[in-house]
């Protein structure tokens, strides 16, 4: 395989990441819910990655140039990778010798990086990736259909390492850029802007760059065959046109173009709701596999071919995915045990949507969630679920719920100002639910503390507040 040509790419502004201090690492660390991904050791501020792909033989040549700052010092560097083989590393420009632990690439440095010390590693890798066994499945990279030759990225929360070696926190968030090259007649498709396409003999190289700042387990590569539709949105809040980029496999170009094609009419009203769309882009991808759910990676959302039928049966999924860019993706999670903060406000997004188009109210959809909850053992926090049950459908729907009473207590006008200034606080950052409670709290404190607190962190569900005329 021939690599893709290095070419200088204009950087975003520098995005630093939350940092953590040497006296709290290994607390911090404990108390995640998958303390095995991830270190707090150092941040990073950029991936750089160069993949090949062979689909006849399913090998990837990866080489990851990674930007990181140290924060504290360090002897020596821990990513995450899963299963493939690392051939060679440096940083700095210096050879080191990496090691391996089970799922953990270790790089020992000759003198120790001091705390506050930016350095860049360089890691030759490759091998037949896989998705990766988890608690939640085997996700990560896949290869699609025999007759496509594709492969997908669904990496949600724990399916990073199987293609790239990286920070696997979803707080540690950073620049991506993507030089992929595979057979020409063959397409790749990452996160964010396409900013080159160029043949070198039988292959073909496509570069994506995405400022983000985005979490590992939303970093996406689609490869095989699709028919490619682009689409314009106005971004209400601002005036801005957003250009979006939907693929597919051909044979299914005419469901997914009708089932996607109210996605210009939700960008312009959720960017009503939520405030500016905080990327350069947006796209769903549908590829030629079937999938448990759609996954909502960072500007382009990938959808299983049995998530399309041409009659908008999971158009709410459509809806759901968007909704993540804002919350989960733009507004990531301090860690997963926050999970309510992505998934009830996507699941509340899908019924703000319904009440758009005409359909059940969102009020309607609420309580009859609340009386499916309510018939359900009443043994969950929501914000601390467990890490086996941070994909419990109680999230999701109580989730909502607890918005669904928000608006009730505060009134729409104060409620979807509380979305906008939730995201427009955390834009680009991670944050928990302690700071969503206090955030609501600016809002109408007397009132809101209260309802928090029963639908959070009580285990019995908490009556909805009667519906507002
Ligand atoms: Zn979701």
Redesign the pocket.
């Given at each position: 395989m021939t690599w893709c040509s290095r070419r200088t790419l204009i950087r975003g502004a520098a995005l630093v990441p939350l940092a953590a201090t040497a006296a709290d690492e290994g607390a911090r660390q404990a108390e995640r819910y998958f303390p095995s991904h991830g270190t707090y050791g150092h941040r990073t501020l950029s991936y750089d990655l160069h993949l090949a792909y062979d689909p006849a033989a399913g090998t990837l040549d990866g080489r990851a140039r990674i930007q990181a700052v140290a924060d504290r010092p360090l002897r020596q560097v821990e990513l995450d990778l899963a299963g493939l083989t690392v051939h060679d590393a440096r940083i700095d420009g210096a050879v080191v010798g990496p090691g391996r632990k089970r799922n953990k690439l270790v790089l020992p440095v000759r003198r120790p990086i001091a705390a506050g010390t930016p350095f860049t590693m360089e890691i030759g890798y490759g091998g037949r990736p896989g998705p990766v066994r988890t608690p939640f499945g085997q996700i990560g990279w896949d290869r699609t259909g025999d007759a496509n030759e594709g492969t997908l990225v669904a990496a949600q929360p724990l399916g990073a390492p199987s293609w790239f070696p990286c920070n696997d926190r979803p707080d540690d968030k950073a620049e991506f850029t993507f030089r992929v090259t595979v057979p020409r007649g063959h397409h790749a498709l990452a996160n964010g802007a396409l900013v080159d396409r160029s043949r070198r003999g039988p292959t073909e190289c496509w570069t994506y760059h995405h400022p983000g700042p985005m979490a590992p387990y939303l970093a996406a590569l689609y490869t095989g065959r699709f028919t490619h539709d682009t689409w314009e949105a106005r971004d209400t809040s601002t005036g801005r046109r957003v250009t979006g980029r939907d693929a597919y496999p051909t044979y299914l170009s005419r469901r997914a173009r009708y089932d996607l094609a109210r996605q210009p009419a939700m960008f312009e009203v959720f960017t009503g709701w939520f405030g500016p769309y905080p990327f350069e882009t947006y796209g769903a991808v549908v590829v030629d596999a079937e999938l448990d759910q759609p996954v909502?990676n960072q500007t382009a959302s990938v959808f299983g071919r049995n998530h399309v039928d041409g009659a908008r049966t999971w158009e709410t999924l459509v809806a759901?995915e968007l909704v993540?860019q804002w919350y989960?993706n733009s507004v990531s999670l301090r860690d997963w045990r926050d999970i309510w903060l992505?998934?009830g406000f996507?699941t509340y997004g899908e019924w703000l949507w319904s009440e758009h188009i005409g359909e059940d109210s969102a009020d309607t959809i609420a309580r009859a969630a609340w009386h499916t909850l309510a018939r359900r053992p009443q043994r969950l926090r929501i914000a601390d679920p467990g890490p086996d049950r941070i994909f419990d459908d109680r999230v999701y729907n109580r989730g909502a719920c607890t918005l669904h009473a928000l608006r009730l207590t505060l009134g729409d006008d104060r409620f979807f100002a509380l979305l906008r200034g939730w995201h427009h606080a955390h834009r680009g950052g991670s944050a928990d639910t302690a700071a969503f409670i206090a955030h609501a709290g600016r809002y109408a404190p007397t009132a809101v503390e209260p309802v928090l607190h029963a639908w959070l962190h009580e285990k019995q569900l908490p009556p909805l507040p009667p519906a507002r005329s």
């Open positions: 909502e759901h993540h989960g992505n998934e996507a």
